[in-house]
Structure formats: structure tokens, C-alpha cells
């Protein structure tokens, strides 16, 4: 089975240390994609103390590090401009591009899906303290697909209709 890719644009630093060490656990390839130098070393050295069975990579080219993705997930929205869309829509056709976001936030870009409409946009809302998430997006099986990447990570599925109870 060849590993899954996921790239990560965005604030990586932003990103729940728990998910993070959650997703390295598993076997897949990240690829964290930042022009920022300092933020790339202390997350490559944080990373290089962690046990990971991830394959943990880091480029600044966001077109290509798209390119070589299966998954590309945007943390978090608030901060993704169109700008940057514009430059990954091409190499994002016919990918899933996941929408991360914290429960309580509301997504930065309501309109991803019409900006990249030829990708397979999924959101994901994560309650880091419960280990719990959401999912929503068009796309059946792109939805099973992420649901087993996190559900292996050892986070609860929480269905959308039965999200008021827990999410938003």
C-alpha cells in the first residue's frame, strides 16, 4: 500500500500538538509547506524529538508541494488568502483539500469549494480536548477517507446531525 501524502499549508504552529503527534503516528507522508525558515526549523526539531512512523518532509514551494500531494489541508482558514488558492487551484484538481478548523471558529473562506471547483473541499472541525470531529463536504468517498486518517489517529467521529450535542 503506498503511503497517503498530506500537504499542510498554513500555520502549522497553529495546529493542536496533539493532532499533530496523532497524524505522525501513522504510517503517511507529511508534507508541511511554509517560506518560513524559523517556524520550519523549530517544528523539524520539535519533530525530530518525537517517535514518529510518519515520513515528515518540508518545502516552500506551495504549487509543487501540491503537486505531489494526495490530501491538502489548509490550517487555518482564516489565514489562507485567495492568493494562495490561485496558486495551488491547478495542481489541486481533483484532490481533497481539507478546510481545518477548531469547533468554535468559523471557516476563513465560505467559498473555497467555488475557488477551487474541480477539488473535492472537505471541512473538518476538530474538539481537540474530546479527541472528537466533524466532517462535511459533496463528496462521499473523499469523506470516508478522511474519517479513517483521523478516526486511525484515535479521534471519535461525531456525525454533523448529532453535532449540536458536541460541536458546531
Known amino acids: ?7 499542510i ?14 497524524l505522525m503516528r501513522q504510517d503517511l507522508r507529511l508534507l508541511f509547506i511554509s517560506e518560513n525558515d524559523s517556524k520550519n526549523i523549530t517544528l523539524k526539531e520539535q519533530l525530530e524529538r518525537d517517535n ?15 503537486w505531489e500531494a494526495d490530501i491538502i489541508a ?3 482558514m482564516e489565514n489562507i488568502s485567495t492568493g ?9 484538481t481533483q484532490k481533497i483539500v481539507l478546510e481545518i478548523s477548531e469547533e468554535n471558529k468559523t471557516s476563513g473562506n465560505s467559498n473555497l469549494a467555488g475557488l477551487l471547483p474541480y ?14 470531529f466533524s466532517v462535511t463536504g459533496k463528496d462521499e468517498e473523499s469523506i470516508y477517507q478522511v474519517r479513517s486518517i483521523f478516526e486511525k489517529a484515535g479521534y471519535k467521529y461525531i ?7 458536541n460541536m458546531v
Do not use: W, Y
Not at 499549508?9 to 499533530?20: A, E, I, P, Y
Not at 488558492?85 to 489541486?92: M, Y
Open 1 to 7: 500500500m503506498v503511503k497517503k501524502t498530506i500537504a
Open 9 to 22: 499549508l498554513g500555520d502549522t504552529g497553529r495546529l493542536s500538538t496533539g493532532l499533530m503527534e496523532d
Open 52 to 66: 514518529t512512523a510518519a515520513e515528515v518532509e518540508f518545502t516552500s514551494c506551495e504549487r509543487e508541494g501540491c
Open 74 to 76: 489548509l490550517t487555518p
Open 84 to 92: 494562495l488558492i490561485r496558486k495551488i487551484k491547478e495542481v489541486a
Open 119 to 132: 477539488s473535492k473541499v472537505i471541512e473538518i472541525k476538530f474538539n481537540s480536548p474530546q479527541k472528537e
Open 159 to 165: 456525525n454533523k446531525h448529532d453535532a449540536g450535542k
